[in-house]
């Protein structure tokens, strides 16, 4: 099986047409079809992605990372699909070794490739808040020199087969941004799936470079991590980081305060403000002008 018939890959970008050439270049020399998902950008992101050649679904609004793969991944009729970022760009016979692994081991649900950092790093995160097993000691980092089971696989680039993704849900529609892969992970795994790092497939990260940084960037950012985490910790049922996150984060966004540093005072605040957002029943979505996805429970009612 040819990684140009068999592979989808689906390129979710906003403002990224300064890092989209690389990722899209390097995908055509993979000879893989690319859509590329633009969230409403206001640059020349999907100038780019039409001069490569790409199909292009446009978003009225920034529909965050996860649904926008979602929406990506209904538009795809390959067998598999390759989640990358703008910011990511595969070496030569990186997808055909993806595929190649997926071929070997039928049983793994999620494969991503050895992934490089800017700073010539393997990234390889050995634990995961959700994983529910391989949790590797916090101060022991073992780095992978061959295939392996991970605990976590990152969204810079993974590979799933399209059934498996739409067998799960695709990404939880609830999230906007962070976590949305800690939680897929979780998700293949208890559906008795391997997460497969392959180590002959790699792919370059520029990791930064997928969005320009637009005023109150840091604060947005903050606030959808602490938001993400505490939703992600309540769905799977550990404890709640939400009160404690407020907390920590309002006394250190008043001592902040007297550094004039708007970058500090953003982090900060943004994250004690994601916080109390979640404990105060606010939905991700709806802070972004999206309509809220259904309930758990809603879904369950109506099947």
Request: glycine fraction near 8%.
């Amino acid at each position: 099986m040819s990684a140009d018939t068999a592979v989808t890959a689906i390129v979710v970008a906003w403002n990224s047409a300064g890092a989209l050439p690389e990722c899209l270049e390097a995908l055509n020399r993979e000879g893989v079809a690319v859509i590329v998902v633009d969230n409403a950008s206001d640059d020349d992101t999907a100038a780019v992605a039409a001069a490569h050649g790409a199909r292009i679904i446009r978003n009225a609004r920034n529909e965050g990372y996860g649904r926008g793969n979602n929406i990506g991944a209904a538009a795809v009729a390959s067998d598999y699909i390759l989640i990358i970022n703008p910011d990511c760009a595969p070496d030569p016979g990186c997808v055909a070794a993806l595929v190649a692994a997926a071929e070997r081991w039928p049983d793994a649900g999620m494969l991503a490739p050895r992934i490089i950092e800017p700073d010539g790093r393997l990234f390889f995160q050995r634990r995961s808040l959700l994983s529910p097993y391989l949790t590797n000691p916090p101060d022991i980092l073992r780095l992978p020199e061959g295939d392996c089971c991970a605990p976590f696989l990152s969204g810079a680039c993974l590979l799933m087969r399209r059934a498996v993704f739409q067998r799960l849900g695709g990404y939880d529609p609830h999230i906007f941004l962070f976590y949305e892969d800690d939680d897929l992970c979780r998700r293949v795994a208890d559906a008795g799936l391997a997460l497969v790092h392959v180590h002959d497939a790699i792919a370059r990260h520029g990791r930064g470079k997928s969005a320009g940084r637009a005023p109150g960037r840091i604060f947005r950012t903050r606030w959808h991590m602490a938001w993400s985490q505490a939703y992600v910790a309540r769905k799977w049922g550990l404890a709640s980081p939400a009160l404690a996150t407020a907390l920590v984060n309002g006394c250190k966004t008043l001592l902040a305060l007297f550094s004039f540093r708007r970058a500090t005072i953003e982090r900060y605040a943004g994250s004690a403000a994601g916080a109390l957002a979640f404990l105060r029943g606010r939905q991700a979505v709806t802070r972004e002008h999206l309509e809220p996805a259904p309930d758990e429970q809603d879904k369950r009612q109506t099947e």
